[in-house]
């Protein structure tokens, strides 16, 4: 069958990336800056200046790093959900085809391991056995994220042992590079505007919700869900069912079964980042707005909804983005109104307006632990 042209494309841009790395990276870059810039009216294109490596400049040295004697855990056998299935084998392929400059098929074994379905390692070995050979060119050749993924891929496999081993210290120091950046994220004068916009308080939400009374049911739904309760992400409010009587046992369903729910002035959150199963009260003034937002709602209907349909990820954070906008006339992601609200947190626990237990359980609504909680604050 012939390519259709994405295909041609596609195959075109990893041929580039694979024989000239360092030149495909500075002419993504140029066209990358010249397309935000032409979505920026005020940035002139000529006025960016383009990096670009001069002959003389020796590329960052690669650091190999000591193997763990021992791998931390034994064969994972967690269950994955279909997206993150996806975006493994997605990996995979890639990974694959930098190799053997050949497309892996869709029916490979790869697909068994991660869906904990039996597998032939011979055949594994086969398209995948490169790997124990020349973990470190492959760790210094690719992506932090696509290490990440190789990493979690190959920890389920039989007999991959030794480049787990290898890999371990450099997940760790993305791990650890990370957390300091997370924990040292510095104030700068666009989050203070933020910071300064945005409250909290629970009389000033009621008094916006009353001043933008052209908000959609959405709209006021996620905006209260997001500042009345302790900020959580918004794949847990995605995964919401309305329903009219206690949950269903969530222990015997399958993980794509599975649901969040809202009943009876409470949240039962079953699927969350960290696969604990939490269930909160919730104050009457976010449970009456709720109700008044969901009349027209069946059971077993989804809280937030898009013609009857789950929103997608995409289309619950641009409507995140789209509500905080018409409220506060300013862009804030999902990420940095959960970001926003812990420092608040953390702002009233310096003042001594909270208890340190106060804190704790506070952080627990927001699926954090306390001392994640304090470092993802600004």
Known sequence: MALTSAERKRRYREKQKLENNEEYKLKEQLKNKKYYASKIKHIDVKDIDIAVLPKNETIEEFIYLEPIKKRINPINKSKLNNNTIQLYLKTM??????????ELTDDTDILNVLSNKPYNLQNINTQFGFIKTNIYDIIKTNKKDDIRNLYSVITRI?????????????ILNYQNIYNDKRANKVIDTTTQQKLDTLSFEKEDIINNLNKHSNLSSNEKLIYCLLTLFPTRRPVDYR?????????????KLK????????????????????????KFNISDNLNNIIQANISDKKNNEYLLSNNNKQFTQNELSKLIMETFFKIYGVSISAVEIRRL??????????????????????????????????????
């Open 158 to 170: 039989k007999s991959y042992a030794i480049p787990v081993k290898k890999m371990y210290p450099y």
């Open 255 to 278: 993980y794509e079964d599975k649901h969040n729910y809202y009943y009876n002035k409470m949240f039962y959150f079953n699927i969350t980042k960290n696969k604990k199963v939490q």
């Open 239 to 251: 995964k919401m069912l309305i329903i009219q009587s206690d949950p269903p046992n969530q222990s």
């Open 341 to 378: 609200y812990a420092t608040h947190l953390k702002s009233l626990f310096d003042k001594k307006l909270l208890s340190e237990k106060e804190h704790r359980d506070i952080s627990e609504m927001m699926n954090h632990n306390y001392e994640e909680n304090k470092k993802y604050s600004y």
């Open 93 to 102: 392929k890639y990974i694959y085809y930098t190799h053997h400059k050949s």
